[in-house]
């Protein structure tokens, strides 16, 4: 027997399977799709059996023989490899890559070396005791000082140590700090002992006394009585509570918002689509429905009874939304409704949490799959329906490589299951509806919202007009004087910034100075908390300059509008105002989202400032009026979705207010309130934002009228950059059909990251019948030669932006 498999090394010749000797042993149990260990040149590499056979073109006696079977059972079914094939044919990248990003992190090969003491007893070093802390294997790499590898070498020649060079798999078994408190007695005795100065630790007591005589984890008690580790343990020496460690799943959080668990009545709107979408997968249709459905129509509850039909029919579901900020309120209205028959993937999991949910996945102990772009590979074989919420949301789209789309693989994956995928979203993406409309999407419309509440109230204010008025605060008076009114009356706002795009920047008001980058072509953000400037694209991190480098004026200032800015802001205008602010900086840590949402709906704060992640997802009763601070920061990115990306946003943003009993009201503060992206975000319509794009996108060729494919190219030095670059385009030109448009090549936007200077060039084409053959000749040259040169090059099919 011979297996063909394909091997973890991405290099240009090695894309193709290998054969090896399947051993005796393994031949009743080996299975496509399993993970084996085999010799590759001189290396050990894992690989993945994509084929099972008899015959082999080789003489046998060149072949090697399979080492170690990693999976009994195996990991990739035989649809998910075959979608890994059309994945690297149609994004052009290695098929090894298509079939690692199926896979979670945790499951893919590291390759290290590792010590291991056999003998601990036996390591009498100070240092080496100090470096291995109690742990019998660590990674080499560890290791610095050269004297203490000398040591371990020494080691190892005595036996002491081995060393192995290993495929590692981080998956361990995760336990838990668990916290017994006393009863209430022994805590009431135990209050009288503590020293009145000892705040925190009465504090500490007090709250176990409410819990006294329960068992619960370490950082529950932590987090809810308000306390420091350090307090914690003071407690527990002096006999209030004792610890244990157990034994533990990884919890990603099941979320404490609050959903109802039965169905709703549907509104006949929804009816009517859901009777479309469940009639596809009775009959294993693969149809691809688009929900246009305006914010609040209730397109959430029409997955959830069309997921609650696939399931009756013993199918599994796999829905994706777009990022983490929505996951909370989402997850929470899918475990309301299908409990412990739900899996969560997203990125705020960590490697063992993921690894732990595709496990539930694989096993099929759960049947619906809620998650990020990564979850349309999630391990079902018996898929019933594949839902996108906010289909137009370009984090959808990898931008690494495999760069694929999670649209498309979701299309192929309903062809290998013969069953619906629904694409919803509020704005859809011009291409999108563009294929509903020549009837290639079925198009299912919800124009009203669930529970017959008015849109909101938009109002654009031109603020070129407040500042002639003299008001240079960032807040327009309408809008003040609204949160005025919603503060008086005890209801909530929501402030939108858009912080994309160069809001906080440093800024010499004598000679126009920016402080920027010295490794990109992109002006540094101001980072108040340590008075920093650092670049978002190398991680480049300055002290802010007293004065300015370029004519030593000290009228060097941060500039812009950046949340912290406009934290301030609101502490100055609104003393009494209790603001939650939620950006990248607030959110860092795990578990933060859910935090500051939840305190939100607990009437916590009466304001919630944030970026792009408040956009989406929000969904609470007391929410009335809702403020764009700055609309035009993504209008004038140099990239053909600039104005769909700020229709979408503002339409997104406008939907978070009056979703329920209370009216909403929203305004939209702009420097260019003629523009249409913006006017038309006033009525919230769709349609007529849309022939106007399409207007736009037809006259300026780019999607949906053509389709694009960009290539990148970056080199150390400019000269070089720009001659690779020539040449791919001239290559490009003389290959492809004439009716085939190449631009360029010309300098990126942000023409230098982290000292790598970046040229681009465009292709667009109608229809390419040798744009996959020419491409892959483009790559091959790239990967054969000009990459030893120092170059790298990207091929991206279909960008999302050309950025
Ligand atoms: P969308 O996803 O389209 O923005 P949601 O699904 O979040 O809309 O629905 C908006 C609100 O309306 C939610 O609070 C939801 O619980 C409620 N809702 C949805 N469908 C119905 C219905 N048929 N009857 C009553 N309330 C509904
Ligand atoms: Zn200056
Ligand atoms: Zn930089």
């Excluded at 249409?676 to 022939?691: N, R």
């Excluded at 006259?699 to 720009?722: A, N, R, W």
């Excluded at 670059?725 to 300098?747: Q, W």
Aim: glycine content about 4%; charged content about 25%.
């Amino acid at each position: 027997m011979i297996a063909e498999v394909i091997v973890d090394v991405s290099a240009y010749p090695i894309d193709r399977p290998f054969d090896y000797v399947v051993p005796e042993e393994m031949r009743s149990v080996i299975e496509c799709g399993a993970r084996v260990k085999v010799p590759f040149g001189p290396r050990k590499v894992v690989g993945y059996v994509t084929r099972l056979k008899q015959e082999t073109d080789l003489a046998n006696s060149k072949m090697k023989a399979i080492d170690e079977l990693l999976d009994l059972e195996p990991v990739l079914s035989t649809e998910l490899l075959a979608i890994a094939k059309i994945v690297a044919r149609e994004t052009l990248s290695y098929e090894i890559d298509a079939l690692q990003v199926m896979l979670p992190a945790a499951m893919r090969a590291k390759y290290e070396k590792f010590i291991t003491i056999v003998e601990p007893d036996a390591i009498i070093d100070e240092d080496l005791r100090n470096l291995m802390q109690g742990r019998t294997r660590i990674p080499l790499k560890q290791v610095t000082s050269s004297s203490l590898l000398k040591m371990i070498k020494n080691y190892v020649a005595q036996g002491i140590i081995t060393v192995d060079n290993s495929v590692s798999q981080q998956t361990k078994v995760k336990k838990v700090r668990m916290i017994h408190i006393e009863d209430s007695s022994t805590l009431a005795s135990l209050l009288d002992t503590i020293p009145s100065n000892a705040k925190k630790q009465l504090q500490l007591i007090q709250w176990m006394k409410d819990h006294a005589g329960k068992s619960m984890e370490a950082s529950k008690v932590i987090e809810a009585s308000g306390v420091q580790q350090a307090v914690l343990k003071t407690v527990i020496e002096k006999g209030a509570a004792t610890e244990s460690h157990e034994e533990t799943y990884r919890d990603p959080g099941v979320s404490q918002l609050q959903e109802a668990q039965i169905p709703y009545e549907l509104t006949e709107e929804q009816q009517l689509a859901l009777d479309k979408v469940n009639a596809a997968s009775t009959t294993n249709k693969a149809e691809t429905f688009l929900l246009h459905g305006i914010t609040g129509s209730g397109k959430t509850e029409v997955y959830l009874q069309a997921i609650s039909h696939v399931l009756k029919q013993g199918k599994e579901a796999i829905v994706l939304v777009p990022e983490i900020s929505l996951t909370p309120q989402m997850t929470a209205r899918f475990q309301a409704r299908f409990g412990g028959l739900v899996a969560v993937m997203h990125s705020g999991l960590s490697a063992g949490e993921k690894y732990d949910e595709w496990r539930k996945i694989h096993r099929k102990e759960v049947k619906v799959v809620v998650g990020a772009r990564s979850a349309i590979f999630a391990p079902f074989e018996n898929v019933g329906i594949i839902i996108l919420d906010e289909e137009h949301e370009s984090t959808y789209k990898q931008e690494d490589t495999p760069r694929y789309h999670a649209r498309d693989v979701a299309i192929w994956r309903s062809e290998s299951f013969h069953c619906p995928v629904v694409l919803g979203s509020a704005t859809p993406s011009l291409e999108s509806y563009a294929r509903a409309s020549k009837g290639v999407y079925t198009l299912l419309q919800l124009s009203k919202r669930a529970k017959n509440q008015q849109l909101p109230a938009v109002s654009v204010v031109d603020m070129r007009e407040e500042l002639k008025e003299g008001n240079r605060s960032m807040f327009s008076r309408q809008l003040a004087d609204a949160m005025h009114i919603r503060l008086e009356k005890n209801e909530q706002i929501v402030l939108f910034l858009n912080k994309r795009g160069f809001s906080s920047f440093v800024l010499c008001r004598d000679c126009g100075t920016v402080v920027e980058c010295p490794n990109c072509d992109i002006s540094l953000t101001y980072h108040r908390a340590n008075e920093s400037l650092k670049c978002h694209y190398c991680g480049h991190e300055e002290k802010v300059p007293l004065v300015c480098p370029q004519c030593e004026s000290e009228h060097i200032r941060f500039f812009g509008t950046g949340t912290q800015k406009a934290e301030e802001e609101i502490a100055k205008l609104f003393p009494t105002a209790r603001v939650l602010r939620m950006d990248v900086d607030t959110t860092r840590q795990k578990g933060a989202h859910e935090r500051i949402l939840r305190q939100f709906s607990e009437g916590k704060a009466d304001i919630l400032l944030g970026t792009q992640m408040i956009a989406k997802g929000l969904d609470f009763p007391n929410i009335t009026l809702v403020g764009v601070l700055a609309a035009d920061t993504t209008l004038h990115l140099a990239d053909f979705r600039a104005a769909e990306k700020t229709f979408q946003l503002m339409t997104q943003v406008s939907g978070r207010a009056g979703r329920h009993e209370l009216a909403g009201e929203v305004f939209i503060q702009t420097y260019s309130p003629e523009h249409y992206a913006i006017e038309l975000s006033k009525s919230q319509h769709y349609e007529p934002f849309y022939q106007l794009e399409m207007t736009a996108r037809k006259q300026y060729g780019y999607p949906p009228f053509f389709y694009i494919t960009l290539i990148q190219f970056s080199h150390e030095d400019l000269m070089k950059v720009v001659a690779f670059a020539d040449k791919g385009t001239t290559f490009l030109k003389g290959s492809l059909s004439p009716e085939t448009i190449v631009i360029g090549p010309a300098a990126a936007a942000i023409s230098r990251v982290n000292n790598r200077y970046r040229y681009q060039c465009l292709i667009k084409y109608k229809k390419e019948p040798k744009l996959i053959d020419t491409l892959q000749q483009l790559i091959k040259m790239y990967r054969t030669d000009w990459i030893k040169e120092g170059l790298l090059m990207s091929v991206d099919v279909d960008p999302s932006t050309i950025y």
